[in-house]
């Protein structure tokens, strides 16, 4: 590649003499402290504020509170410290937080501190991966737009396990590329140790990248062909062993004596990793689930249309597109240019080439899968592509100014400005009143920057450096502006999305609004419907709970207060809608709990195994949560799995195991498909929450207790 001097990206040289293609890079002056602004900036950003989301995903918060009391439900990941069942991912996820917990007790910050720290590291481990073959300039310019990535803003804030998975596959492609820099085993072997520990945070996910990573290391490592496939069954050793050993303990432990495996039907965790969590997510044949997909006349039935448009669309496009378009043409120009090396290592030119190829190729069949799973998809999924993004923005970015002097290198620097800039003023007019202004100065700053990018270089240094720093603030100033509003709003329940409401979301299930005077409220929504202007997304319509919620009580109190019947209670700005306290939640947010309710299920909490039981694991995560006693979740999330059994349940009643039943009531809201929040008629998969409820309705006396309906199951009525 021609280097033209003084260059803002520094491209580092080959080490003289050692053939390997490794390289030694003299740091600038201005590198260790850029870096560490950046660092700063990006724990800033994931820390400001952070109590105010409260315990945020209380279905994972519980198994957190769970596994800071009982070291058994810390290895299983149960909902409960009596074990009854466990989520419906392996755990790995949950340890961070646990282990946080235990040391510092339970809130808000201490659960999810661990979620941003991981956010800052990997913004790190991105910045050491893009440095070691294009400078820190193009890593500084990956990691800003990592950092500013609204879904990794949201995600990294969040206690769901797509923060761990992120942070594992930026090291997974990271150990790639050092692995190919001299087919070193060691690195290899710790590629496959970080997949393996990604699988047991989300089980199949982990391996959607393996297929280009494996192919890539097998045509182009430099050494024979022999020690290659030598190396790649290595480090899948390496990959069983990291996430296996988990697996066969699960697998072997007796059934009797461990927590049912939440989200499978046959209380197996190779069933849920197969079927709820694996191949179901792609063909939409999820056995236990609700809403579904693959039905809808667009492909994509309740979860929304799939297609090749799907990132780019409705809701979807504001979490994870605005530098989408500038990837996948940057990723053609950077491959182009690099492709003269006739080996991946051979020059710098080959192992650049290599780093396009592994976070080309990694980005490039993610957003296939995310776009075509007819399964459960949400928005929030979306951030694991974000490393992958940021990776091919800084290395394209880098090659083409580089190579800026070639009048197609210039151009394309151009028109790639250019089209950033109209995508982002397209996203921006997304969300009605949304910053008007600022859609117009991203565009007119945008174009005028890549109007004269390519004849800057003639008016001097000053003016070629202006013109770049207009045009990366105009690339990253919608997505900037989506990150303070993200930070700024508390986020609570199952489907979160970053930044403000718009219309037109497709990732999640029905896409019903509420109205004035309904559950929903004005400006709320589910994911796949409109919302109001300037709006946090919620969930109405008949989904109780759904989205984000604002004013949610700081240092991970309980969500209580005033709301309608059902769970629907957060409004735009922190209102709540509807009469009375107390009441049971839903499938998508949790319940509300009064402090009566707490009173309750803390007397005499430590006689029983589990101070009460309620139908969802939500309900139940939010009376726990509340009282710090073990509360039983019948059915598990969806309230469909066949945990525990009316039998089993009997018998923790007549054996003096669960103090309490907290019913549902009936009013809440009517989810489809009978979900939580619907009565208790326990899910799509079976009936064993209606016939728990059926029985204890018919054997013991209700009693309102701060606006929930208990059962006192040591006093029946006959």
């Not at 040289?13 to 590198?31: D, K």
């Not at 755990?91 to 040391?103: D, E, G, I, N, Q």
């Not at 448009?309 to 597109?321: E, K, M, T």
């Not at 290395?395 to 290198?409: D, F, K, P, S, T």
Request: proline fraction near 6%; include cysteine; charge should be positive.
């Amino acid at each position: 590649m021609t280097t033209a001097a003084p260059s803002l990206f520094p491209v580092p040289e080959s080490r003289a003499g050692t053939g390997t293609g490794r390289r030694a890079v003299a740091r600038p002056r201005w590198e260790l402290p850029s870096l560490a602004a950046l660092l700063i900036a990006t724990g800033v950003l994931l820390l400001w504020d952070l109590g105010s989301s409260g315990y945020a995903n209380s279905f994972y918060s519980a198994a957190v509170q769970a596994g800071s009391e009982s070291w058994k439900a810390f290895f299983f990941g149960s909902s409960d410290a009596g074990n009854s069942i466990t989520v419906d991912k392996p755990p790995a996820a949950l340890w961070p937080m646990m282990l946080s917990v235990r040391l510092f007790g339970l809130g808000a910050w201490q659960i999810l501190v661990p979620q941003a720290l991981m956010g800052i590291a990997t913004t790190g481990v991105l910045y050491a991966a893009v440095r070691r073959q294009f400078g820190p300039g193009a890593a500084l310019l990956s990691g800003a737009a990592f950092a500013l990535t609204p879904v990794a803003a949201l995600m990294f804030r969040f206690n769901n396990p797509d923060a761990l998975l992120t942070l594992l596959l930026t090291v997974t492609v990271y150990c790639v590329l050092r692995a190919l820099d001299g087919a070193r085993t060691k690195w290899l072997v710790w590629a496959g140790v970080a997949v393996g520990l990604a699988f047991l945070t989300k089980t199949l996910q982990a391996f959607v990248i393996l297929p280009p990573l494996a192919l890539l290391y097998a045509v182009c490592a430099p050494t024979g062909l022999r020690r290659r496939l030598g190396q790649l069954l290595l480090a899948g050793l390496a990959m069983v062993v990291a996430g296996g050993w988990w697996v066969a303990i699960v697998e072997l432990w007796p059934a009797s004596s461990r927590p049912y495996i939440g989200g499978s039907q046959n209380n197996s965790f190779l069933e849920l990793t197969l079927g709820y969590n694996g191949l179901g997510r792609i063909n939409g044949n999820e056995t236990g689930s609700v809403g579904g997909g693959g039905r809808g006349g667009g492909g994509g039935g309740g979860w929304g249309e799939t297609g090749i448009d799907r990132l780019f669309s409705g809701n979807i496009g504001g979490q994870i597109a605005w530098l989408l378009p500038a990837a996948l043409v940057l990723l053609v120009a950077g491959l182009v240019i690099t492709w003269r090396a006739r080996r991946a290592t051979d020059s710098l030119d080959g192992m650049a080439r290599a780093a396009f190829l592994a976070w080309g190729g990694s980005l490039l069949i993610t957003a296939v899968v995310f776009s075509y799973m007819q399964g459960i998809f949400h928005e929030y999924y979306t951030v694991a592509l974000a490393p992958f993004v940021a990776a091919v923005i800084g290395m394209g970015v880098a090659v083409l100014w580089e190579e800026r002097g070639a009048a197609a290198a210039a151009i394309t620097l151009s028109g790639t400005l250019a089209l950033t800039a109209v995508w982002s003023f397209v996203l921006l007019g997304r969300a009605t009143g949304y910053l008007p202004w600022l859609r117009w100065a991203v565009l007119v700053g945008g174009l005028l920057a890549a109007a004269a990018l390519p004849f800057a270089a003639r008016a001097g240094r000053r003016m070629l450096r202006a013109t770049a720093a207009l045009g990366v603030a105009a690339a990253l100033a919608g997505p900037f502006a989506y990150c303070l509003t993200t930070v700024s709003t508390a986020h609570t329940g199952s489907i979160v999305t970053a930044g403000p409401a718009v219309a037109g979301g497709r990732g999640g299930p029905g896409g019903m609004t509420g109205g004035p005077g309904g559950f929903g409220g004005p400006g709320e929504m589910l994911p796949g419907g409109p919302g109001g202007p300037g709006g946090a997304q919620q969930g109405g319509g008949g989904m109780p709970g759904a989205g984000q919620q604002g004013g949610t009580p700081p240092q991970g109190a309980a969500p209580q207060g005033q709301g309608v019947p059902g769970g629907a209670v957060a409004g735009r700005g922190g209102e709540r809608f509807g009469g009375g306290q107390g009441g049971p939640g839903g499938l998508l947010n949790g319940a509300r709990v009064s402090a009566e309710a707490k009173r309750a299920l803390t007397i005499d909490a430590d006689d029983y195994t589990w101070a009460a039981a309620a139908i969802g694991s939500q309900n139940a995560a939010s009376y726990q949560l509340a009282s710090g006693a073990p509360v039983m979740p019948i059915g598990g999330f969806n309230g469909s799995d066949p945990s525990p059994t009316l039998e089993q349940f009997q018998t923790y009643v007549r054996d003096g195991k669960i103090h309490w039943f907290i019913g549902l009531g009936g009013t809440t809201g009517g989810a489809e498909g009978g979900m939580p929040g619907g009565g208790g008629r326990g899910g799509p998969g079976g009936g064993a929450g209606t016939a728990i409820e059926t029985w204890v309705k018919a054997t013991f006396k209700a009693t309102t207790v701060g606006g929930a309906t208990f059962y006192d199951l040591t006093a029946p009525t006959t």
